[in-house]
């Protein structure tokens, strides 16, 4: 069982950076792969970035690629979202997500997060 925790939300103007942390309950953390993913309500959940359990692999949304990047210190349980020249249409509940496998772009992580609402004003 893994309980995950999103922090870091918040509102920020257009072109500002935001960093999302997701701290982890458990000893095995480090066997879990991450993810992030967000929604607007009314619409479907939105695959963000993936991290593999060490970190080697990552995976990225084409509407993110080159803006966010996703990283994790196994050391304290913790994945992060670093989000640069943020855009009103990043705004949403973004959630973290954990999974043994590492299947980026799916929604089929076993964990989840409560979200963190990032709010991008124009």
């Known amino acids: 069982q893994v309980q995950l925790v999103e922090s870091g939300g918040g509102l920020v103007q257009a072109g500002g950076s935001l960093r999302l942390s997701c701290a982890a309950s458990g000893r095995t953390f480090r066997t879990y792969s991450m993810g992030w993913f967000r929604q607007v309500p009314g619409t479907e959940r939105e695959f963000v970035a993936g991290?593999?359990?060490?970190?080697?692999?990552?995976t990225y949304a084409d509407s993110v690629k080159g803006r966010f990047t996703i990283s994790r210190d196994n050391t304290k349980n913790t994945v992060y979202l670093q989000m640069n020249n943020l855009r009103p249409e990043d705004t949403a509940v973004y959630y973290c997500?954990?999974?043994?496998?590492?299947?980026?772009?799916?929604?089929?992580?076993?964990?989840w997060g409560q979200g963190t609402q990032v709010t991008v004003s124009s």
């Open positions: 991290s593999s359990w060490s970190g080697g692999r990552t």
């Open positions: 997500a954990a999974d043994r496998s590492y299947t980026p772009g799916t929604s089929t992580y076993a964990y």
